[in-house]
């Protein structure tokens, strides 16, 4: 039987919409594989309830709608996603390392490939592992209110209608909403967006991934500013200042050394994949680290211990002698 075109459009629309409501989604979640999930759900939902959607034109606010309710789903019962910083204070480089915590308690970074290239151009710094962060403390709705009327810009007008609710009520979640931001940005340090160009971006990951590759420690920390922070999920320790961070590589992560590295995007900034070598002459992922930079210099440095994040960045699964830097 002959598909009808009115029952394949609506598959292609709502494909149109995943980057941005991925975007949305992980800032409601806290996880790129969440945010994924979600999305993935809400094109099913919306998918099976296609045929309720009567105006066309209202098909962007029906989906995120359906994402919304999606996330809320997902958040029942969760616990608050966070950073290491938000654990308590920094330790050294001599400090032992604690047990660790399972992936849920961390903020998780999210492919910037996956996600609205016009979104990134504009609102870049929303995305930062810290905002992320602090979008968690919010209580759901409020969070939905601060994300689509701050950051999508959306009215305060849609916003009700979206909810359910009227604009005073949007208005005073907003409102509630940014008090509390406010005081959290001392708190958790956000450290403020990337301030460089794109080329020089690029010029100083070029730097970091030559001096990380012959592992010359002395050279890498001259990319770091002097209050740079270095943190290393699933562990609670976290690092403060260039001094620390090399005494780290030379002690507990010398084990980085010999390591190869591959460029990639989170976050809306440059990271890097690091592939360990192991016994067979093969280099298998350990880490992906992004990097956040202000003025020519390193500010920040998570370093996602987790192997499962690779092939969510289109990442290589092992590389070999022949691989290179990309």
Known sequence: MATHPDTIRPELDLESYRRELTGY????????????????????RAWKSADRLQDR?????WLYRIATNVCYDMLQGSQRRARPMDMGPASTAESALDPGLPAEAWVQPVADANLDPAELAASKETLRLAFVAALQHLPARQRVVLILREVLRWQAT??????????ASVN???????????????ELDAGGPARVDEAGQQELLTRYVDAFERYDVARLVTLLKD????????FELW???PDDVAKWMLGP???????????????????VAIYKPDEDGVWRPFN???????GGEITLITNFLDPELFPAFGLPTELTDSSSAA
């Open 57 to 61: 034109a209202a098909l962007k606010s």
């Open 25 to 44: 989604c992980y800032r409601m979640l806290g996880s790129g594989f969440d945010a994924e999930d979600a999305v993935q759900e809400t094109m099913v």
């Open 239 to 241: 690092l403060q200042g």
């Open 227 to 234: 209050d740079v922070v270095f943190n290393m999920p699933p």
């Open 288 to 294: 992906l680290a992004v990097l956040e930079i202000e």
């Open 172 to 186: 005073s979640a907003l409102q509630r909403a940014r008090a509390t931001m406010d005081e959290l940005e001392l």
């Open 158 to 167: 849609e916003v009700a209608e979206l909810l359910d609710t009227s604009v």
């Open 253 to 271: 992560g010398i084990a980085c050394k010999d390591a190869k590295l591959l460029t990639t995007r989170a976050n809306g900034c440059p990271a």
